[in-house]
């Protein structure tokens, strides 16, 4: 398993680019809506890393970050919008070891956690020594490989990317969007129907009568078939 990040945030739109973001960078991703929901699935799963959102319902980020500190000794980047000084020594004392104020970059989110893994010695591998493996796929995130079967599938950059995001979540569904704006970064892409034309190319590539892998989500885009998951 690589280094598992856990998100707190109310928000369901800063929370799905979020998650979707860090998870193409390499971490596996484990959600939370409010304080309470987050100290249960911390107690679960022990993540490495916890993007805490200050305010939140039934349990506000404080408290959670406060429950944390109990429970193990994760990594807390502490999300707000407050700006004060004071408000920011009252995180830090409470048990975060860094503070992010919105609104902030998706890329200066990334940049904070590989910070503070490099202070808890754990940035040597953030998950790309893995590797996938669906079906009779093996996906190498480290070497931009896919194989099916013992035959190497040549991919561009950009399917490899789809592939990736959509294999990394078997039965999550993402928009087009979604998958435009990491396949595509800061490329500026007007029309979301582009990501059709390369998941098009891709499933030619990956699928066959046996086995479809990626499956299209009417109106709405595109997932990696859970049936897959190995």
């Known amino acids: ?6 998100i707190v945030e109310d928000e369901e739109k ?11 960078e390499g971490y596996d991703i484990l959600t939370a809506t409010d304080g309470a929901t987050a100290v249960r699935i911390f107690a679960e799963n022990k993540p490495d890393i916890v993007v805490l959102d200050w305010l939140l319902p039934q349990m506000n980020g404080l408290d959670a970050c406060r429950k944390f500190r109990q429970l193990g000794e994760p990594g807390i980047i502490m999300v707000t919008a407050k700006t004060e000084e004071t408000d920011k020594i ?10 992010l104020t919105k609104p902030f970059s998706l890329r200066e ?20 020594s893995n590797e996938l ?22 991919l561009t950059p950009t399917e490899f990317k789809l592939l990736h995001l959509l294999a990394s979540k078997p039965g ?11 396949a595509f970064e800061e490329e500026f892409v007007i029309d979301e ?3 059709d034309s390369h998941i098009s ?21 595109y997932r990696f078939g859970a049936n897959h998951e190995n």
């Open 14 to 24: 800063i929370l799905s680019l979020m998650e979707t973001f860090l998870r193409t």
């Open 90 to 99: 009252i995180g830090l004392e409470m048990g975060a070891d860094d503070y």
């Open 201 to 221: 190319k891709l499933r030619k590539k990956i699928d066959d009568d046996q086995s479809v892998y990626i499956q299209t989500v009417y109106g709405f885009g």
């Open 109 to 128: 989110l990334s940049a904070r956690i590989r910070s503070l893994l490099r202070r808890m010695n754990r940035g040597g591998s953030v998950g790309k």
């Open 1 to 6: 398993m690589g280094i598992q990040v856990l």
């Open 172 to 182: 999550r569904v993402y928009s087009r969007m979604q998958l435009l704006q990491h």
């Open 133 to 154: 493996r669906r079906g009779d796929l093996t996906i190498h995130e480290d070497s931009l490989q896919v194989f099916k079967g013992l035959q190497e599938v040549n």
């Open 193 to 195: 129907r582009t990501v």
